[in-house]
């Protein structure tokens, strides 16, 4: 049986999806922690694999580089002294990374026969996004492709096989029967390696699936966290072509604004 997601609502004005995104703590004072921030940054500056989503990192990123990055990019506090209670995204900067996002979307789906590969981490959460842009690619005649279907593995994390599943042409990782929050590049770079000269025209992801798929080379536009510092940094390196800020793990229903906003901005670049 097909599980079919609930339709895309209208899109507000600009004004109306930053309130939201305020509101419900998409972006403003989000719940992120300052010190789950720092600690995150400090272990990719110090090249923690498990903060790196599969990207491989040029010189130069030290601590204070990835803090001063995530200022720029998500809106975080830039003062290094802040080092405790609340962080926060910048609103403007996720309804701008948002448009960008559509308008690499758009630009990919107005080739016949896009092939498109979609990707979540956050099954409790992102996934509903990606459901309605998978949805929408498919709408717009693209091909979405479901590489290494029932491909598994162990993880050094979690001890027992993990494989990868598709829900409504959507790539999770399923452990015994339920999709779960992961952020290893492994299963992206399985995928990767079966369809050898086959890639995709587009990735659209977030955590590792992401990370390992702009490492190959592919164009791939994601979501990332504010404690997730890795998509960005492979933006500013350019293996990612767009990276949009956000809380990554609100409840599911309170990303619908964005996601109507998102949708929009496709459809109106095409």
Known sequence: MTLHS????SPGSRDDLREHLVRTRIAGDVATSRENNLDHYRSLANRDPHHMFGLTLGE??????VLDLMAKSAGVVADPAHREGRDTIDPDRTIDAVEAMGDVIAGVLRNAGARILVATGHP???LTVHLALARLARGCGATLLSPAE???YT???FGRRRKI???DDVAMLDDRGAFVHTHDPAPMEAMIAEMGQELPDLVIADHGWAGA???????TVGFA?????????????????VTVPLDDNVLPRHYAPLTAHLVARVTSAL
């Not at 609930?6 to 609502?9: A, R, V």
């Open 150 to 152: 029932d491909w598994s």
């Open 155 to 157: 993880g050094p994390r």
């Open 60 to 65: 130069g990123w030290s601590y204070r580089d």
């Open 124 to 126: 409790t959460g992102l």
């Open 6 to 9: 609930e339709p895309t609502p």
């Open 225 to 241: 966290d504010s404690n997730d510092p890795a998509l960005f940094v492979g933006e500013a390196e350019g293996k990612i072509a």
């Open 213 to 219: 798929a702009g490492e190959a080379g592919i164009p």
């Open 165 to 167: 599943r598709y829900l």
